[in-house]
C-alpha cells in the first residue's frame, strides 16, 4: 500500500489546493520552521534511543503516566508495532478503512477478518472465552480507526468503551489519528489507560498538520506498553522530529483548528455535492467526506481536477469494499472549498454533454 495513500502530492508539478490528505493545511508554522533550523545542528549527534523525552512530555500534557506512552515515526510505526507483538493473531478490521492496519497484519502474519459493524465484533466475542482474561495473547484483536477514515464517522463513545469492557479476553486498537476532527465524544488518553484492553494510537501529524515530520505515539497500560518497548527498533524518532514535538507541545494554543467551521465547510461541500444528483454523499461526524460518483470513475474526476484546476482529491477506490466511483475530500477553508466545489460542477457537466 506504500504507493496506495492520498496525499501523492509529489506526482504533481503544480497542486495549489489539496483535498487529498486529511489534514487541516492552514495552520501557520512559521514559529516551528524558526524551532527547525535552530536546530539543525542536533543532525550530527545520535538522538534519544527511546524518545523517553518526549514520551515524558506527551505523558504530562494528557495528564498519564510516561510508561503509558511510546512515541513512534508517525501512527504508522505504532501500527507495525502492535502487528508485530500480535504476530499469527486473529485480527478483525473494521471497513472500509486505513489499509495499512490490514497490510501490518498481513505482514505478521495475522488471520484477517474484514468487518463492518461494531455488531459483529460484540457477537465474535460474545461467542469467545470470557471466563478469563488473556495472559499472553488476547483472543482476537479489534482494529477501528474513530472518527474513520475514509467514511469521517464516530462510533458512540459510551458503546464503545461498553464492548471494550465487556470483552477484557479481546484486544481493541483504536486509530484516534482524528479525535480532534470531530465534536462527537472520543476515549481520551487517560480513559484509554484504564482499560488493559485498549491500546490508542495518536498523530501528532493530523493534530499539528505536519505529515513530513512522522510525529505519532501510542498510549496503553504500562504493562501492555512495555511489552510493546520491547520489539521496537531504536532511534525510531529523529532529533529534529522530537525538537519540533517539544516545540509544538509548548505552542499548542497557536494550533487550535477552527472545528466548527470546518464541520460547517464539510456540511456546505456535501450539500453541494448532494445537489449535483451525481454524487452520493456518505455520513460524516468530521471533516472527512466519503462520496460516490453515479456516473463516471474517481480516476478520471481527480486527473481532470489536478490537470486543469490544480486541484487535488483522494481516488478512494483501492479502500477494502470501495470501487472506482469513490472519493474523499477533507474540507479546507471556505475559498478552497468554493474552488473545489465549482470545479467538481464543471466536471460533472462536461461528462454529461459528453454522454
Known amino acids: 500500500m506504500i504507493n496506495g495513500h492520498g496525499d501523492d502530492l509529489y506526482r504533481y508539478a503544480d497542486i495549489c489546493y489539496n483535498f487529498s490528505s486529511n489534514i487541516y493545511n492552514r495552520?501557520?508554522?512559521?514559529?516551528?520552521?524558526e524551532c527547525l533550523a535552530a536546530a539543525l545542528p542536533s543532525v550530527t549527534n545520535y538522538p534519544e534511543p527511546s524518545a523517553t523525552a518526549l514520551e515524558a512530555a506527551l505523558a504530562g500534557s494528557m495528564g498519564i503516566e510516561p510508561s503509558q506512552v511510546i512515541a513512534t515515526a508517525g501512527a504508522t510505526e505504532a501500527i507495525y508495532l502492535i502487528a508485530n507483538m500480535f504476530r499469527r493473531s486473529t485480527s478483525f478490521i473494521f471497513q472500509p478503512t486505513f489499509a495499512e492496519y490490514g497490510d501490518a497484519c498481513r505482514i505478521y502474519e495475522h488471520r484477517i477478518k474484514p468487518v463492518y459493524s461494531l455488531n459483529i465484533a460484540t457477537e465474535y466475542a460474545a461467542a469467545a472465552k470470557e471466563d478469563s482474561v488473556w495472559d499472553e495473547r488476547p483472543s482476537a484483536l479489534f482494529?477501528?480507526?474513530n472518527p474513520n477514515n475514509p467514511t469521517g464517522m464516530v462510533i458512540d463513545k459510551e458503546e464503545m468503551v461498553r464492548v471494550v469492557s465487556s470483552h477484557p479476553n479481546c484486544l481493541f486498537v483504536i486509530d484516534a489519528s482524528y479525535a480532534d476532527y470531530t465534536s462527537c465524544p472520543t476515549i481520551s488518553a487517560q480513559e484509554g489507560v484504564a482499560l488493559p484492553n485498549l491500546i490508542l494510537i495518536h498523530?501528532?501529524?493530523?493534530?499539528?498538520?505536519?505529515?513530513?515530520?512522522?510525529?505519532?505515539?501510542l498510549t496503553a497500560p504500562s504493562a501492555l506498553a512495555e511489552?510493546?518497548?520491547?520489539?521496537?527498533?531504536?532511534?525510531?524518532v529523529s532529533a529534529l522530529s522530537m525538537r519540533a514535538a517539544k516545540y509544538l507541545l509548548d505552542n499548542k494554543a497557536k494550533y487550535q483548528l477552527p472545528l466548527e467551521e470546518l464541520l460547517r465547510q464539510r456540511q456546505r461541500i456535501a450539500d453541494a455535492f448532494a445537489a449535483t444528483k451525481v454524487i452520493d454523499v456518505w455520513p460524516s461526524d468530521s471533516h472527512i467526506l466519503l462520496c460516490q460518483l453515479r456516473i463516471g470513475h474517481a480516476s478520471?474526476?481527480?486527473?481532470w481536477l489536478?490537470?486543469?484546476r490544480h486541484i487535488l482529491i483522494r481516488d478512494a477506490s483501492n479502500f477494502e469494499g470501495l470501487d472506482s466511483s469513490f472519493f474523499r475530500i477533507a474540507a479546507q477553508g471556505e475559498e478552497e472549498n468554493s474552488i473545489l466545489i465549482n470545479a467538481v460542477r464543471e466536471w460533472i457537466n462536461q461528462l454529461m454533454t459528453n454522454i
Open 27 to 33: 495552520f501557520c508554522h512559521d514559529g516551528l520552521y
Open 143 to 145: 482494529w477501528l480507526c
Open 203 to 217: 498523530s501528532m501529524t493530523k493534530e499539528y498538520g505536519v505529515p513530513g515530520l512522522r510525529l505519532g505515539y
Open 227 to 236: 511489552q510493546m518497548r520491547r520489539l521496537r527498533m531504536p532511534w525510531t
Open 300 to 303: 478520471a474526476l481527480k486527473d
Open 306 to 308: 489536478a490537470e486543469n
